[in-house]
């Protein structure tokens, strides 16, 4: 079918203007005055009054667990890319702690005839850095280059320092990101939440923040003196943030993410629930503050979801023994609304360069909202408030520290390759 979306907010690379797109044959044309798209326009299109709505190029996510093959009693890619067309993305990066682990050019191959066959919208896959993620030997790199979008062994850190500076070596060749789950096990101490107010409170094992800072350390080393491209996974801790400033202000070629649980809460927020566990956790407020600061001066890239869908009974277990990772593809975007452009910390545009332009500029993959491209965009409400209920979810997992939380900000569109993947009926 093809649509007409009058009288929009429609973003143009730096801004919006009022007007109207058409989605002619899956192809988007914006304003276009060469041809009359009434001739060209399939009898049937919809027209749709968006105003007061806002379009902007479909939303990317550079990392998300899709949890197939292998664990699709958790979440599949069906499930998963239906629930990140609701949240208004039309390009997924798919980690790679998956089963079989994408680490050779057959395991890989698994995945991608899944996504060919399931996927509502883009999914990229990751490939491991090491076989079977286990830090011991490198993957088969060269087989798989082409066929993933970045490498990461994310859920580990790697351990030993020879082990990722032979990675890095081997991706700088490749033209390859290597993207890293910073934290040292030797750090960790039986810790599962942060060791701050909380825990100490509560009587918890506590993580400290060197268990993410230290290996980051470590790696801008290593990053600087291979060249390699750098990407730093779920950033969380200040002294994380000023190491990547200093690091950047030094030329090293690296970008970084966090999430959106990271900048709207800290470790006082904590309840006694399975859904306020993720790893990393959250830190404090002076945590909390740093990243924002970070997100206004450009030193933080991207804002990505982390999304880790895990069954009710693996999340009901309490903080000590649930396990870690949240869902938060579906929250995403209204939560950056409401936490961070509406109170004034960023402008929408910045919001839009965060989570669709500069992830796709940094992995390659995905397209802007441009005349004559296939229509991957979204359409929001941004002035619609809602309760987060995790019961009207299209993924699998349903846990999320934003259970309840009043945000702004509805997907009502989205289309991928110029279809519509996403209405909301309401």
Known sequence: MDYVLKNANIFNGSGFYTGNITICDGIVFMNDMRVDMQMLLDPGARNIDCTGKYVFPG????HVHLREPGFSYKETIKTGSLAAARGGFTDLCAMPNVDPVPDTGGSVK??????KSDAAVHVYPYGAITMGRKGEYLSDMEAIADKVCAFSDDGSGVQEAEIMFAAMLKAHRLKKLICAHCEDNSLLDGGYIHAGKYAEEHGHKGIGSDS?????????AIASETDCAY???????KESVELIRHAKAGGVNVTCETAPHYIAF???????????KMNPPLRSKEDRDALIAGIKDGTIDMIATDHAPHSAEEKSRGLKDSLNGVVGLETSFAACYTYLVRPGH?????LI???SEAPKKRFGIGSPLTDGLPANLTVFDLDKEYTVDPAEFLSMGKSTPFEGKKLFGRCLMTFCEGGLVWEDKE
């Open 110 to 115: 698994k995945q991608l005839d899944i996504i």
């Open 266 to 276: 800290c470790d006082e927020d904590i309840i006694e629930d399975g859904r306020f």
């Open 346 to 350: 960023i402008t929408l545009e910045r």
């Open 353 to 355: 360069e965060l989570m």
């Open 212 to 220: 993410e800072w230290k290996q980051l350390e470590r790696d801008l």
């Open 231 to 237: 990407h730093v996974c779920h950033v969380s801790t």
């Open 59 to 62: 939303l990317a996510d550079v």
